[in-house]
């Protein structure tokens, strides 16, 4: 283990997140609230660590698979940690745990919160709980590799550890170029929304909160009931339009940029993505029809909004979804499941390891009757090795797995199942609401301190996608990966 080199990244980890804190500490100060010089003191505190240890001289920069996995889970850990003392600090989250659920949430791009009066909240600390899941949405690590050329010679580790998908790949022959321009596109469409937002009625500063949960898929609001606070057709049609757009694989971005169209529009996972959400945008329309007095666009508006917003993990709500009959509920907690594509900033599953997952036990199920039949997985004319289709298969099940021990921890609190199944549900998922006790116009505020850290813990192994975190409670690393 290049214990170094972890230290270095970590440092760099720490000052980044104190630059990205300057905007909510200038809020906090222009607003005139309790929380600036809490800002202030975490600033300073973080760049008197940071910098130090950035500055290390490390002559080995070599980075191999398990130090990247280590670097982006440490790294993670830390940045909640940090991240986490402005709420604790200013008084205005008084429990730590509680204020560390609501950062984890915020870097996870989970959205769940304990907070039972957002609005009360000052305006800096609402900024920063947004900004969380903005840098959490792409990665820290990434926007390092981004900036910092010589940070290690291994980046492609770190990518790969930090990035949703069952594979991450350079999409130029240099890794610094590819986390750049995973960052402009990120960041044009950030603002590309905030001037929408702004042009439908919002506020700057609404619209920059709202903006950044939505690239995040992350869902945070500054109001108590969400999207719906505002009762806005047009904002709600901005927001479903980026929800979507934001759960695309971001390479079909670029090879958009390129020009390379035949690429971008034959990508069966977004085929299947779109596919699956107009589906459901179909499916929960026609059943809560009747909820809306039979009328089809305004079922339609409800059903579109919180479809994306689910399946894009984003968490937003603009209805109460808790009060839709049985059918649609169930699609909802299917449509967290599967979630958004690999290497966009939703949760879940991922949509591509579902087409994997399914072309896999077809081909499976005609070797049963054809024991010599030659078939391969393909995913858009190229075949899928064994060993990623494996990857895939164990992922889902290492999934499944995390669900049952975390509702079985859960229980212990007593609460229907619904509320126990789909509160591990959405924190694994990293979406955010989830049904019955902890639906859209509810939050987490009843589970104990205990129950909180499992969530937690659920929300930063669903975000780094199950094996950075399991790798650090792996006694002998060495035996497992070189």
Known sequence: MNIKIL??????VLCFEAIF???????????????????????ALMLAIGIPCSLLNVKRTKLYAKDGLTAVALSWI???????????????????????????????TTGASILNDIESMPKGLLFWRSTTQWIGGMGVLVFALAVVPSITDSGINIMRAESPGP?????VPRLRKTAIILYLIYTSLTILEVICLKIAGMSFYDAFLHAMSTAATGGFSNQN????????????????????????????????????????FKSVELRIYTAIMLAAYILITMNILNLYDGHILTALRYSSFQA?????????????????????????????????????????IKVIRIIIMFKSLGISFKKIFHPNIVKTVSIDEH????????NVLLFILLYIIVIIIATLLLSIENFDFMTTFSSVLTM??????????????????IYSAFSKIVMSLCMLIGRLEILPILFLFIPNKRSYIK
């Open 7 to 12: 230290v270095k990244i970590l440092g760099f």
């Open 21 to 43: 804190m300057l905007p909510s500490t200038a809020i906090s100060y222009a607003a005139g609230q309790y929380d600036f010089l809490s800002f202030l003191l975490i600033f």
């Open 78 to 108: 830390l940045l909640c940690v940090a991240g986490c003392l402005p709420f604790y600090i200013s008084g205005a989250i008084p429990s730590f745990i509680d204020s560390l659920f609501e950062t984890i949430s915020g870097f996870t």
């Open 167 to 171: 594979s991450t790949s350079k999409l």
């Open 225 to 264: 009931t969400s999207i719906g606070a505002y009762n806005s057709v047009a904002i709600e049609i901005i927001i479903t339009v980026f929800m979507y757009l934001f759960g695309i694989n971001f390479a079909i971005y670029f090879a958009v940029l390129t020009k390379n169209f035949r690429n971008a």
């Open 308 to 348: 994306t917003s689910i399946m894009t993990t984003t968490g937003f709500s603009s209805t109460d979804f808790n009060i839709w009959p049985s059918f649609s509920k169930s699609i909802i907690l299917l449509l967290m499941m599967i979630g958004a594509s690999a290497s966009s900033t939703g949760g879940g």
């Open 383 to 390: 075949a899928v090795d064994n060993n990623t289709i494996f």
């Open 428 to 445: 694994i998922g990293n979406t955010g609401p989830g049904l019955e006790m902890v639906g859209p116009m509810s939050n987490y505020s």
